[in-house]
C-alpha cells in the first residue's frame, strides 16, 4: 500500500532554533513531492521536488529530495512564531499512469518566543 | 487576481441526507482537486477534474462524486451522509495542463460539514 510518513508529528522549539522536519514515502507511481504549510486555514505551498539532491531554497525555508532512499526533508533554520504550522509533504504521480496524491499526517511545529 | 473560493464555509446536516459543495478555481486554472481532511485520517485525495472530465480518484465510497463545468467550476456531492463525512472539505485549483506533473495547487479556505 502506498504510504508517506512524517516526522516527527508533533514538535516545540524556540525562536532562533533549527528545524529539520522529515518526510519518507513508499509509492508505486511517483513523480514529484511537494511541501505545503498550513496554519488555521487552507495549506499554502513551499516547494516542489522532482529532481534528486538539488536543494530548493526560499528564504529560511529549503528542501531536499532523495529519490534513492525515498525521502525529503524540510529545513527551518532561525525560527519565528509565524512559522507555527502543520507542515504537510505530498506525493504527486505521473498523471499519465493515474494515481491520487498521497499527504503524510503532517508535522505540527510549534515556535515558542 | 481572485483566490479558489468555495460556498458554502459551513454546512450542517443530519446523517442520510445529500450535499453538494461548490469550488471555483483561479481564473485561468482548468484543474480542480477536491480533498477531506480529518483530525484522524489527515488530508485525503478525493478526486481531481479537468476540462469536464475526472482525471483520477483516490479510495472513497462511490457516495461522494463530483463534476466540473466548461467554465471549470467544480461541484462535490455527498450522498447518504454519515457521522464519519464530517470534515473539512477542501478543493484546490492548479494551472495544470493537459499532461505532466501536479503543479503548485491553490487552495481554497474549505467548506466544513458536520454531519448530526
Known amino acids: 500500500e502506498d504510504k508517506v510518513v512524517q516526522s516527527p508529528l508533533s514538535l516545540v522549539v524556540h525562536e532562533g532554533d533549527t528545524v529539520t522536519l522529515n518526510c519518507s514515502y513508499e509509492?508505486?507511481?511517483?513523480?514529484?513531492l511537494l511541501w505545503y504549510k498550513q496554519e488555521k486555514k487552507a495549506p499554502t505551498f513551499l516547494f516542489m521536488l522532482?529532481?534528486?539532491?538539488i536543494e530548493k531554497k526560499s528564504g529560511r525555508l529549503s528542501s531536499i529530495l532523495d529519490k534513492k532512499e525515498l525521502f525529503s526533508i524540510l529545513n527551518i533554520t532561525a525560527t519565528q512564531t509565524g512559522d507555527s504550522a502543520v507542515y504537510l509533504c505530498?506525493?504527486?504521480?505521473?498523471?499519465?499512469?493515474?494515481?491520487?496524491?498521497?499527504f503524510g499526517q503532517g508535522t505540527e511545529l510549534s515556535v515558542k518566543p | 487576481k481572485a483566490g479558489v473560493t468555495q460556498t458554502p464555509r459551513y454546512l450542517i446536516k443530519t446523517r442520510g441526507q445529500q450535499v453538494t459543495l461548490s469550488c471555483s478555481p483561479i481564473?485561468?486554472?482548468?484543474?480542480v482537486s477536491w480533498y477531506q481532511q480529518t483530525p484522524g485520517q489527515g488530508l485525503q485525495f478525493l478526486f481531481e477534474?479537468?476540462?469536464?472530465?475526472?482525471?483520477n480518484k483516490g479510495n472513497f465510497p462511490g457516495r461522494f462524486s463530483g463534476r466540473q463545468f466548461s467554465n471549470s467550476r467544480s461541484e462535490m456531492n455527498v450522498s447518504t451522509l454519515e457521522l464519519g463525512d464530517s470534515a473539512l472539505y477542501l478543493c484546490?485549483?492548479?494551472?495544470?495542463?493537459?499532461?505532466?506533473?501536479?503543479?503548485?495547487?491553490?487552495f481554497g479556505p474549505g467548506t466544513r460539514l458536520t454531519v448530526l
Open positions: 484546490a485549483s492548479s494551472s495544470q495542463g493537459s499532461g505532466g506533473t501536479y503543479n503548485e495547487q491553490f
Open positions: 509509492v508505486t507511481n511517483f513523480r514529484s
Open positions: 522532482t529532481s534528486s539532491g
Open positions: 505530498t506525493t504527486a504521480p505521473i498523471r499519465e499512469q493515474g494515481g491520487k496524491l498521497i
Open positions: 481564473s485561468g486554472h482548468r484543474s
Open positions: 477534474y479537468f476540462s469536464e472530465t475526472q482525471r
